[in-house]
């Protein structure tokens, strides 16, 4: 089985990958998107290529796609463009490209989860920065969140009209959107989920001093076992996202609310699989080909 990791640069994450194929008697391909050559109206069938002499992406069997990369507006739809084209000839991509489309953008991924019936914190999402301090003022606590981000960078709380007025002026320069989520009392932790197909194959809690729990951030994380109800929470959050796997975090409140703050449709894993020794990589490869296989026999 041809299995192609699509992204822009090596690191642990894309060896853990190739390791796990390896182990199970397939050939790795790693291709970095910026390699993608796309060829239409050609009499052979067009595809995106990896370059001249090597195979192209219609001949692979799955293409996981490890990150989307930061780039211009165009070269990120190009690269979600050509996931799209895969998927839509027959090829199995994970995660599919509209799954990828919705978690990489939290205001939609909130309104998915919501949605569903999920908890999730009060949010606005909002253009003008008259319209986010009226929201802060009804909040009066809250998280200023990237639209797009991850490991928490980006994150700002907000506690004081004078605050709020530096970040939103800030944003309103670079023209950015609003999302602001009322600050929940937490204790310090939440729950990270690892869903892979229809089960949560691992989870982690991940406890800090203040309120962001990252472990990019300075949090520190041991395994957890999930109460069954925060199970289907974390299975349910990643079904409303139409993702084949994710990370789910969840955040326990004071008050006894269980929270869906995010759903990750590209995570990453090297800290949940320190703190369980869970292979991931070689649980993702392992549905993946299955998936493949089981596609292939029902043709």
């Known amino acids: 089985m041809n299995i192609a990791v699509l992204s822009t640069r090596t690191g642990w994450h ?8 390896v182990e199970r008697g397939h050939p790795p391909l790693l291709v970095p998107y910026e390699s ?12 995106p290529r990896l370059g001249a002499g090597q195979p192209d992406l219609f001949a692979c069997d799955v293409v996981l796609a490890r990150i989307i990369p930061n780039g211009s507006l165009e070269q990120i739809i190009y690269r979600i463009d050509a996931l799209h084209w895969l998927e839509d000839a027959g090829i199995a991509v994970l ?7 919705r978690t990489v953008d939290k205001f939609y991924t909130s309104a998915l989860l919501e949605q569903a019936g999920l908890a999730t914190p009060q949010t606005v999402v909002c253009e003008r920065a008259g319209d986010a301090i009226a929201a802060f003022r009804a909040m009066g606590d809250v998280i ?20 709020a007025w530096r970040v939103f002026r800030a ?14 009392p937490h204790e310090g932790r939440d729950i990270r989920a690892f869903v892979i197909g229809d089960r949560v194959a691992a989870a982690i809690e991940r406890r800090s001093a203040g309120w962001r729990t990252n472990i990019s951030r300075g949090g520190e994380a041991r395994e957890f076992a ?20 994710a990370g789910v975090d969840l955040l326990p409140a004071e008050d006894g609310t269980v929270y ?32 493949a296989r089981s596609r292939e026999t029902g043709r």
């Open 36 to 47: 993608l050559v796309a060829r239409l109206g050609a009499r052979d069938r067009p595809a």
């Open 260 to 291: 869906v703050l995010e759903v990750n449709g590209i995570p990453g894993w090297r800290g949940l699989q320190t703190a369980t020794s869970f292979d991931v990589a070689g649980a993702l490869i392992d549905h993946v080909t299955a998936g």
């Open 14 to 21: 894309t060896d853990e990958l190739q390791r796990a194929i």
């Open 95 to 101: 995660n599919p490209p509209r799954a990828i489309e």
């Open 171 to 184: 944003l309103e320069a670079i023209r950015g959107v609003y999302y602001l989520q009322r600050a929940i």
């Open 226 to 245: 999930l109460p069954p109800e925060w199970n289907d929470m974390a299975l349910r959050a990643a079904r409303a996202v139409g993702a084949a796997y």
């Open 144 to 163: 200023v969140k990237p639209l797009f981000g991850s490991m928490g960078l980006g994150m700002v709380r907000v506690s004081d009209e004078e605050t």
